[in-house]
């Protein structure tokens, strides 16, 4: 009896085995088929980074407000958006590190992430390390320092080791999810279409399109402002290797629509410009704004996002405000 239940074991592994392996090499071969829509944009962005060394004298960078709200064709024609849904100053750093290293240094760089990105760090392992942009020798750096400090779960996660080399293998257990709902093949004309649309606008792209939108976005919902010790750490490595790379620096904020903005409590606000200030006060030669913008719900596209009128607004502001920088 145990020789046959042998036999029919060896049967199944030489069956599973093989499909594995075959879904697997699908995974790493044709991302653009069963993908996420956001997977186009940091495929588009990791392919400009290792890209032509074109040079851009501004670099747009931070989170996902800040990729719907820089125009770079608003704005000036040497302007190049890189900023990614989801990202914290540390996915920033290892991006404009790795950018360095194809692309002439610009002039500028202008950041923008939203409070709560600072706070903590919330999508490292849903997107960047999911759709295979941080480099393997960063993802190992970010890992030894993390474990320095307090409060990284979201970062070490359990058997995070494990968990990267499944990722890194692109073992099925964990694009299963994305193969099914997108029937394998099924999102290839929207990622292509993405991937185009953000090459265009250079870098830019929309999340909400709603006409306006009163809803509560994250800061809203918290009580206070704490600032992430090892975000701050990037932040301050993302000023010294703009400083070492003679590019001056800029720390702005995406606006908040009038609901959000009249519910934040007096202790984020409070906090939050604390934290700015002491940076601002560490790095002297960085242009920080420490505070916070409120425009009309009519020009959000969701919670958080600035819709097209929205946007066209701030860049009209941003204009203004830096005209030494954006002409």
Same mark, same amino acid.
């Given at each position: 009896m145990w020789r046959q239940i042998g036999r029919l074991f060896i049967k199944f592994i030489g069956i599973v085995l093989p499909v594995f392996a075959a879904l697997s090499l699908y995974c790493a071969l044709f991302p653009m088929w069963y993908m996420d829509g956001e997977y186009a944009m940091y495929k588009q962005q990791k392919d400009y980074i290792t890209g032509n060394?074109?040079?851009?004298?501004?670099? /747009?960078?931070g989170d996902s407000r800040t990729k719907a709200g820089f125009i770079p064709d608003e704005l000036s024609n040497d302007c190049y958006n890189l900023a990614l849904g989801g990202t914290t100053p540390i996915e920033g750093y290892y991006a404009l590190k790795e950018y360095l290293e194809y692309h002439p240094a610009p002039e500028y760089v202008v950041m923008a992430y939203a409070p709560m990105h600072y706070m903590d760090v919330d999508a490292l392992w849903t997107r960047n390390i999911y759709f295979h942009v941080?480099? +393997?020798e960063d993802a190992g750096e970010l890992f030894l320092i993390a474990a320095?400090?307090?409060?990284?779960?979201n970062i070490l996660i359990e058997h995070y080791r494990l968990e990267y080399m499944m990722y890194r293998l692109y073992l099925p257990n964990k694009y299963c999810t994305a193969l099914k709902n997108a029937g394998f093949v099924g999102r290839h004309a929207f990622n292509t279409d993405k991937y185009a649309q953000v090459t265009a606008q250079r870098?830019?792209?929309?999340?909400?399109?709603?006409? &306006?939108?009163?809803? /509560?976005? &994250?800061?809203?919902?918290e009580s206070d402002f704490t600032a992430s010790d090892i975000?701050?750490?990037? $932040?301050q490595r993302l000023f010294?290797?703009?400083k070492e790379s003679n590019i001056q620096v800029v720390v702005?904020?995406? +606006? $908040?629509?009038?609901?959000?903005?009249? /519910?934040?409590t007096e202790d984020f606000k409070e906090h939050y410009r604390d934290y700015m200030y002491e940076l601002a006060v560490a790095n002297p030669t960085v242009r920080i704004f420490g505070d916070f913008y409120m425009y009309p719900n009519d020009y959000f596209g969701d919670a958080d996002h600035?819709? +097209?009128? &929205?946007?066209?607004?701030y860049c009209q502001f941003m204009k203004e405000r830096y005209p030494d920088i954006f002409n």
């Open positions: 060394g074109e040079y851009n004298r501004v670099l /747009i960078m941080m480099n +393997p320095e400090y307090e409060d990284c779960e870098g830019q792209s929309y999340f909400g399109l709603s006409n &306006g939108s009163g809803d /509560i976005n &994250g800061e809203a919902k975000v701050t750490f990037y $932040m010294d290797l703009c702005e904020q995406l +606006p $908040m629509n009038e609901t959000s903005r009249s /519910i934040l600035l819709n +097209p009128v &929205g946007a066209q607004a």
